[in-house]
T-cell receptor, first 116, second 110 residues
Framework: GAVVSQHPSWVICKSGTSVKIECRSLDFQATTMFWYRQFPKQSLMLMAT?????????EQGVEKDKFLINHASLTLSTLTVTSAHPEDSSFYIC????????????FGQGTRLTVV | SQKIEQNSEALNIQEGKTATLTCNYTNYSPAYLQWYRQDPGRGPVFLLL?????KEKRKERLKVTFDTTLKQSLFHITASQPADSATYLC?????????FGAGTRLFVKA
């Protein structure tokens, strides 16, 4: 199956700093990628849809100036958490749709962000 | 608003038995429904997809049913093994986005 790689797998940062998370589709081109956040024992919450070559589409309640998304190529999308605060600590996961259709989604391994 | 409900309680079963997980949804008419497996600290892994016009789908020890009248899907793991212990997520897709349930934690005891 298609492979989506996410980096880093975990990161600890100080309050007020910014953190960048990368999401790469390794063996297919993804014009669209999705960024999710997951708190313990809760479902994946869609934060935004990342579109190659254009602005990301954010879900209601997600601050676009705080969670910067860049999808500069067909294989890479980045999520930057700016001015991070402890409440931003969470598990962030990206996904991309299977290249042959809009069905199966392939997920990255996730990034555990801890803001201290 | 759209809502997906999965058993919030963890499911504990004995090895060799069949595990049955439930997914109910409201205010949504998905074109298809998916089941994913998620291990702690990992991203979800796709297991099965069933379309709105399908009643049942099987893959090895897995079986999924989809009742669009009841707005419910059942996910079965037959001859369960300790390695099947994980959280199982139900996901609905009717367009561009996918909506996930909170998942059900399954523990299979040897």
């Amino acid at each position: 199956g298609a492979v989506v790689s996410q980096h880093p797998s975990w990161v600890i940062c100080k309050s007020g700093t910014s953190v960048k998370i990368e999401c790469r589709s390794l063996d297919f081109q993804a014009t669209t990628m999705f960024w999710y956040r997951q708190f313990p024992k809760q479902s994946l919450m869609l934060m935004a849809t990342s579109n190659e070559g254009s602005k990301a589409t954010y879900e209601q309640g997600v601050e676009k100036d705080k969670f910067l998304i860049n999808h500069a190529s067909l294989t890479l999308s980045t999520l930057t958490v700016t001015s991070a605060h402890p409440e931003d600590s969470s598990f962030y996961i990206c996904s991309a749709r299977a290249p042959r259709g809009n069905t199966e989604a392939f997920f990255g391994q996730g990034t555990r962000l801890t803001v201290v | 608003s759209q809502k997906i409900e999965q058993n919030s309680e963890a499911l504990n079963i004995q090895e060799g038995k069949t595990a049955t997980l439930t997914c109910n949804y409201t205010n949504y008419s998905p074109a298809y429904l998916q089941w994913y497996r998620q291990d702690p600290g990992r991203g979800p892994v796709f297991l099965l997809l069933i379309r709105e016009n399908e009643k049942e789908k099987r893959k090895e020890r897995l079986k999924v049913t989809f009742d669009t009248t009841l707005k419910q899907s059942l996910f079965h793991i037959t001859a369960s093994q300790p390695a099947d212990s994980a959280t199982y997520l139900c996901a609905l897709a009717g367009g561009f986005k996918t909506i996930f349930g909170a998942g059900t934690r399954l523990f299979v005891k040897a």
